[in-house]
């Protein structure tokens, strides 16, 4: 069974509007409220995952996606372990290397090498284990829900570590291809590790705009393949184009400038270089029927939950557009 999920950017909407979203979200069938986290464009993320959690009563709940640089990673974890044993185990956790939480601040991500041994602290605490920590030994002795952390990655090397280290994998990203290539990598690093497959959470995370009016749709998604032109670059500095899948890299070499506090804004000047078919290949763009097929293909390469991020939607459209993956999409895939 697929799952679904919603993501909204906080402080991009009035708390009591988001939160009158995520109980139309629950009624028709989504499984998730999921946060963006970077904390300095945008609201911090704590108080959205405690005004989630106590207005509705099963949504899981977490960002997308945290860092370990911001956080160090103990506060990572407690703070999701902690809204996890209040809410019952309705805590998830998206975990990343840094992206705009991190370039804003003029620092890197962390090296890969540097987060698999972050997301192996962090997955131990957040199992109720005991973690060394600067020769300091620590759990969380008051964690009764364990929380299962899913690793956001493009690459192949981090695709890797997801496999062999994390509960699952985060692809943000709506194109069946890329996410076949992405779970090919992740698996086979799962499978070596002695690790079983079928334990895994695989999330395709973009925007989703219903309508006829293609166009209009694509105007409004375009923003989202300039954020995932960062992403590609620096993949770019390891891996040859021809090692990727084309439908990751054409067109992103021409987006140029990106603009941090216009991060995923589809007015900004940086998305002009997006392309009609970069913004189509990478969303969940069209009418029902075309989205609800797109993500049957999705669901063919390895996705288990689909989430939509719904600001690029106009406000005052959110409840249609819940409603209508209630009525149209949802129930094809229950």
Not at 43 to 48: A, D, L, M, R, S
Not at 146 to 152: D, H, I, N, S, T
Not at 248 to 272: Q, T
Request: proline share 5%; hydrophobic share 45%; aromatic share 8%.
């Amino acid at each position: 069974m697929l799952s679904f999920g919603v993501m909204f950017r906080p402080g991009q909407f009035p708390l009591p509007h988001v939160i009158a979203c995520l109980k139309v979200a629950e009624d028709v069938g989504f499984d998730h409220a999921w946060f963006g986290d970077s904390h300095l464009i945008w609201h911090e993320t704590g108080p959205y995952f405690t005004a989630a959690a106590l207005s509705t009563s099963r949504l899981r709940i977490g960002p997308l996606v945290a860092n370990p640089v911001t956080r160090d990673p103990t506060v990572v974890a407690s703070s999701l372990a902690t809204l996890g044993d209040l809410f019952v185990g309705r805590a998830v956790l998206g975990l990343g290397r840094g992206d705009s939480a991190v370039r804003t601040m003029n620092r890197a991500p962390m090296t890969v090498a540097e987060f698999r041994q972050a997301l192996r602290l962090i997955r131990t605490l957040t199992r109720g284990e005991e973690a060394d920590v600067h020769g300091a030994r620590i759990r969380f002795a008051w964690l009764r829900h364990r929380v299962p952390v899913l690793v956001a990655a493009y690459g192949p090397r981090v695709l890797a570590v997801a496999g062999e280290d994390a509960d699952g994998l985060i692809l943000q990203l709506a194109s069946p291809g890329v996410v076949a290539w992405a779970v090919g990598h992740a698996r086979t690093a799962a499978e070596k590790a002695g690790r079983k497959w079928s334990d895994y959470e695989v999330v395709a995370a973009a925007p989703s705009y219903i309508t006829a009016d293609r166009e209009h749709a694509l105007s409004r998604v375009r923003g989202f393949p300039a954020t995932v032109s960062n992403h590609v670059k620096d993949l770019l500095r390891h891996h040859a184009p021809s090692d990727l899948p084309a439908d990751l890299v054409e067109g992103m070499d021409a987006v140029r400038g990106y603009d941090y506090l216009k991060h995923g804004h589809p007015e900004a000047p940086h998305a002009r270089a997006v392309t009609d078919d970069m913004a189509d290949r990478l969303t969940l763009i069209g009418t029902a029927a075309e989205v609800r097929a797109k993500i049957q293909r999705l669901a063919e390469a390895g996705v288990t939950q689909v989430c939509l991020y719904i600001g690029v939607v106009e406000r005052e459209q959110h409840f249609s557009l819940l409603e209508t993956y209630g009525r149209d999409i949802i129930p094809a895939f229950r």
